[in-house]
């Protein structure tokens, strides 16, 4: 194909110009700017990356969200910012060492860090804005302003277990009152029969490999934003805690330095989907969400509190992004190696101690016999 000569492309006006870049996803309009001057100037338009941040995450449609957006610093900045994930490079550094704690004599402010710092962070301060896509296709937007069960911010939400469920709690003008289903009209096999389901795994395999999630976290005061979520799922369970259930974990491995000797937290985002209709029952196949929920836990397994789970949030938002999802998806995948041998080691040596105390019982009660007949 011939190349125009760059008289020709100067030449152009620059609604041509506008009209082709409007045509192009982010990852191309960040490249094309790179190509000419002209290109580069008008790739700065907003209107340009309103349309990129609305075609992946339908939820910035909202007025309310728009602006957001805009006092955080504009629509270039909100997609440079959520497109690329959060990646961890610490993960594999970790090893655990028992003796790898903090001082008991530490004082709160030396565990916690500066408590200044912590007053500085309200949950007021955070929005979840969440999009969820089967096989492309949008099905859920969800937005939620604060963090809930954190009123008057007091020692309750300081100790007690950090989690937002989203369903219970998110704004309720969207998406036919929260409730979120999928058919077979949206892409999914019909399901004679749950018993067949068990068996071949149809279903299973087409939302573990059809469902992605953005759950993208906003600080109001700071002005920064971040994608918590994987966009693919990074492990689940088929029919649990039921036969009818399809659970699936996303997230991000997120820095907690200064609070865990770990250094490192899970945030674990879990998406259920419940079977409602098969088509023995004469209706098609049809699935609805019943949970959409975030947790932060540590490399032990253990629920991370709202005090420290504010601060790991808000430290996330300047965390290592890349937009190489196979370097996202490993940094979880050795979270996970890492936490499964965290939890062998702990199993072992649980049996060891177990055993010690096994012979020291044996020993005692061979001591006593001895001087009893001794006696």
Not at 162 to 169: A, E, H, K, M, Q
Not at 270 to 280: D, G, N, Q, S, Y
Request: with cysteine; proline share 3%; net charge negative.
């Amino acid at each position: 194909m011939a190349v125009a000569p760059v008289e020709s492309i100067t030449s152009l006006s620059s609604d041509l110009f506008y009209d082709i870049l409007r045509r192009l996803d982010g990852p191309t309009l960040a490249s094309a700017a790179c190509t000419c001057a002209s290109f580069s100037s008008i790739s700065k338009e907003e209107s340009l990356w309103e349309n990129v941040c609305s075609s992946v995450w339908p939820s910035t449609n909202r007025e309310d969200v728009k602006s957001l957006i805009s006092s955080i610093g504009g629509y270039r900045k909100f997609y440079a910012d959520c497109f690329p994930l959060i990646v961890n490079k610490e993960v594999g550094e970790y090893q655990w060492n028992n003796n790898l704690q903090y001082p008991d004599d530490w004082t709160e402010a030396e565990y916690y860090g500066d408590m200044i710092e912590f007053e500085s962070i309200s949950p007021s301060d955070f929005v979840s804005i969440v999009d969820i896509r089967f096989k492309e296709k949008p099905i859920c937007s969800k937005v939620l302003w604060g963090i809930p069960n954190a009123n008057g911010y007091d020692e309750w939400f300081f100790n007690c277990p950090f989690r937002i469920d989203l369903l219970s709690c998110a704004d309720r003008d969207d998406n036919n009152d929260g409730v979120v289903t999928l058919s077979v009209s949206d892409g999914l096999p019909p399901i004679t029969s749950m018993e067949r389901e068990k068996k071949d795994g149809k279903l299973w395999q087409e939302l573990r490999d059809g469902l992605l999630l953005s759950w993208i976290i906003v600080n109001k005061k700071i002005k920064q934003s971040a994608n918590l979520a994987s966009w693919i799922s990074l492990d689940g369970q088929r029919h649990w805690p039921t036969d009818k259930d399809f659970v699936f974990r996303f997230g991000s491995v997120l820095s907690a330095k200064d609070i865990f000797p770990s250094q490192v937290v899970q945030c674990i985002l879990i998406m259920k989907f419940r079977v409602v209709h098969t088509e023995e029952e004469g209706v098609q196949t049809t699935l609805k969400l019943t949970e959409l929920s975030m947790q932060l836990e540590d490399m032990e397994g253990a629920h991370v509190n709202g005090r420290n789970s504010l601060h790991i949030l808000k430290e996330a938002l300047s965390s290592r992004r890349s937009k190489n999802y196979g370097e996202v998806l490993e940094s979880c995948h050795m979270y996970l190696k890492v936490q499964n041998e965290l939890k062998e080691e702990k199993m072992r040596n649980e049996s060891r101690l177990d055993r010690l105390c096994i012979l020291s019982g044996i020993a005692a009660f061979m001591t006593f016999w001895y001087c009893f007949m001794k006696w």
